[in-house]
């Protein structure tokens, strides 16, 4: 399956723990983004990257979040000290070339991990 | 005022109707288009992009009015497989080209 893998695809978080969620793109694709979908809520942008780079974090918040796509291995999306806020469905999504993102609307996204905070 | 807005629904129809989406968004000098579908507990996939002149795929119609900043889709003859969630979609044409969704209309299409 040469689609976008995002692991795992459940989790479970008491409150205070760490959450990390993992990500690899599509083969070839070295633009990432990672997206959060609150119950019944739409997509939100959180973070744009690139290989070893972060581009646009403009939707993060601004404490306990963190990413990070590494020359080698998985995209990861970490979350320290978790809140029942952040349960969610974080979704990540791949693309070759950011501006054919522009001009074809086409990210491939992964299956989601949701992500429960007890 | 959020970016992208849609009527959240649900939109309860019989199958075979007609059913229309509206979408607006908030920056004039917006991009690009699109309408996803995601159904329930999965990713959303790409339906189709809507280009200024309106474009058709099948039963599905999607218009771009750039003076009033809305956007639609049109289902035609709906079918059971057509129950999802459909988001608007757009690009602000921001440095990362992200794509900025509305929270999505839901869609029920019954027997």
């Known amino acids: 399956n040469a689609g976008v893998m995002q692991n795992p695809r459940h989790l479970v978080r008491r409150r205070g723990q760490e959450a990390r969620l993992r990500c690899s793109p599509m083969?070839?694709?070295?633009?990432v983004y990672w997206y959060r979908q609150l119950p019944e809520e739409g997509l939100k942008f959180m973070v744009y990257l690139q290989k070893e780079n972060i581009i646009d974090e403009s939707g993060m918040p601004k404490e306990r979040f963190s990413a990070e796509f590494p020359k080698e291995g998985p995209s990861i999306l970490r979350i320290q000290q978790v809140v029942r806020g952040d349960s969610a469905a974080y979704f990540c999504?791949?693309?070759?070339?950011?501006?054919?993102?522009?001009?074809?609307?086409?990210?491939?996204f992964g299956e989601g991990s949701r992500l429960t905070v007890l | 005022r959020k970016e992208v807005e849609q009527d959240p629904g649900p939109f309860n129809v019989p199958e075979g109707a007609t059913v229309a989406f509206n979408c607006t968004y908030s920056?004039?000098?917006?991009?690009?288009f699109f309408w996803y579908r995601q159904d329930c507990r999965k990713e959303p996939k790409l339906l189709m992009s809507v280009y200024s002149s309106g474009n058709e795929d099948g039963r599905f119609t999607a218009q771009l009015n750039r003076a009033s900043q809305y956007i639609s889709l049109l289902i035609r003859d709906s079918k059971l497989s057509d129950s999802a969630t459909y988001l608007c979609?757009?690009?602000?044409?921001?440095?990362?080209?992200?794509?900025?969704f509305g929270g999505g209309t839901r869609l029920m299409v019954k027997p």
């Open positions: 979609v757009v690009n602000f044409g921001n440095a990362g080209n992200m794509l900025t």
């Open positions: 999504a791949s693309s070759s070339v950011a501006g054919e993102v522009a001009n074809t609307g086409e990210l491939f």
């Open positions: 920056n004039s000098a917006s991009q690009s």
């Open positions: 083969k070839g694709h070295s633009h």
